[in-house]
């Protein structure tokens, strides 16, 4: 075994403070989530001022579509930089802001009315999408960075269990705000809680400690990221196999957005039943991120995303034949099993490709590819169920859901390990 340089020393000998600081943003960013949750939270702000499907399952998606897209264009600054925080920092901003627009929208409907609210909604949307874009892959290299490789499969799973934890208990109490309160004023303080969540995540995150990696040989001329994409995507078979599932794993999901619309109009679902049901959800993902990340680490995470897989076939079945809507709960709960896969495991999953060097661009490659699918997906589901109804979008989930489990099962290989390039 090689003698570890003094970068590693400084990682291993800071790591119980970052994986502490860490676990702390973590869970002020569940808070912040469970007052303003992607899943339920956001879809009912929208119905409340459209009707349309397709819209209401873009919502959520926004959120997504924003992560993934910017993640590739910013790889080559991170291959190049030798400290990940300053930029994680700065663009982060612009994905906490968003939440407290939010709130004064909420608060302003009265006065700008509900097309406008609408239209200003999906800015902000928009715009936290972007930002949480452009700060992933910073953030995926920085904790790539201060947790030796061992762990982080493990530690994924610990920060990605205590958010879900959070969110669940956060969840209940929004649920129960939403109905004791008049509209808008629900949403506004919703919004405006989950704004200050995120403010105090921010200072956890700011304290983590990230040694200057000085050893890090970087090229005077810096190589357009589309040369290091190419080069990837020729040499590495295994990863363009990886990448299909997960474009794949999008429209497999798709019906995830459109459970709680199914709630509203096939069971008239109050507020507080959603906020249980976003409970069960992140329940679920509390311990399914912790499992999943543990046993990931001991037997592969290809296991896991094929667990991942098969959950979000049967989660589509049931909320395609759901006669109640006591069926939504093992729907919801399998749903979580499927979007640890897709997240928590896709990028402990991403972060095994390649180098030390060539990691901001596998992981750049992984999201910003899956874009088109991440678009394409909210728009066909609910433009299915305007047209054919929900069992159209949910029976065509499941169908992808079957292939994806089969690449993963019969092509896709777990990564191989990389030795760390310092250039020593």
Do not use: C
Request: glycine residues 10%; without cysteine; proline residues 4%.
């Amino acid at each position: 075994m090689l003698p570890l340089s003094n970068m590693e020393k400084y990682i291993r000998a800071h790591l119980r403070y970052n994986v502490t600081m860490n676990l702390m943003d973590g869970a002020f960013f569940g808070l912040a989530l469970g007052f303003g949750s992607f899943a339920t939270i956001i879809p009912l702000f929208v119905t409340r001022m459209t009707d349309s499907a397709i819209l209401i399952g873009l919502a959520p998606a926004f959120h997504a579509i924003g992560w993934q897209l910017p993640q590739l264009f910013n790889a080559g600054q991170l291959a190049r930089a030798r400290e990940y925080k300053p930029i994680v920092l700065r663009n982060t901003i612009h994905e906490r802001i968003p939440f407290l627009v939010l709130a004064l929208i909420a608060f302003l409907i009265p006065w700008i009315g509900i097309k406008t609210a609408l239209f200003v909604t999906f800015i902000a949307l928009a715009w936290q999408g972007i930002g949480g874009g452009f700060t992933a892959n910073p953030w995926t290299s920085l904790i790539s960075k201060i947790i030796p490789p061992e762990s982080r499969g493990t530690f994924f799973g610990m920060q990605g269990g205590l958010v879900n934890l959070v969110i669940s208990i956060a969840a209940i109490g929004a649920g129960y705000l939403l109905a004791e309160v008049e509209f808008p004023n629900n949403f506004a303080i919703s919004f405006f809680i989950a704004g200050l969540a995120f403010i105090a995540s921010y200072i956890a995150l700011s304290s983590s400690r990230e040694p200057r990696d000085e050893e890090k040989v970087v090229s005077e001329k810096q190589a357009h990221f589309w040369e290091d994409a190419k080069s990837i995507l020729k040499k590495d078979k295994n990863f363009n196999w990886f990448l299909v599932t997960r474009f794949l794993m999008m429209f497999a999901t798709m019906g995830f957005g459109f459970y709680i619309l199914l709630g509203l109009r096939r069971f008239e679902m109050d507020s507080i039943t959603a906020g249980y049901l976003t409970a069960a959800l992140t329940l679920t993902q509390t311990f399914a991120n912790a499992g999943m990340g543990w046993l990931g680490d001991k037997i592969g995470h290809r296991a896991m995303l094929i667990l991942g897989a098969l959950a979000t076939i049967v989660s589509s079945i049931i909320a395609w034949f759901a006669p109640t809507i006591a069926w939504l709960y093992p729907a919801f709960i399998l749903s979580g099993i499927g979007n640890v896969a897709l997240w928590t495991i896709g990028i402990t999953f991403t972060v095994g490709f390649g180098s030390d060097l060539e990691r901001p661009t596998y992981i750049g490659l992984s999201n910003t590819l899956i874009t088109p699918a991440t678009i394409t997906a909210p728009i066909l589901g609910g433009w299915l169920i305007d047209s054919l109804g929900f069992e159209s979008t949910f029976g065509l989930s499941a169908l992808i859901g079957i292939i994806t489990a089969g690449i993963l099962i019969f092509v896709v290989k777990d990564p191989k390990p990389q030795t760390i390039d310092h250039g020593r």
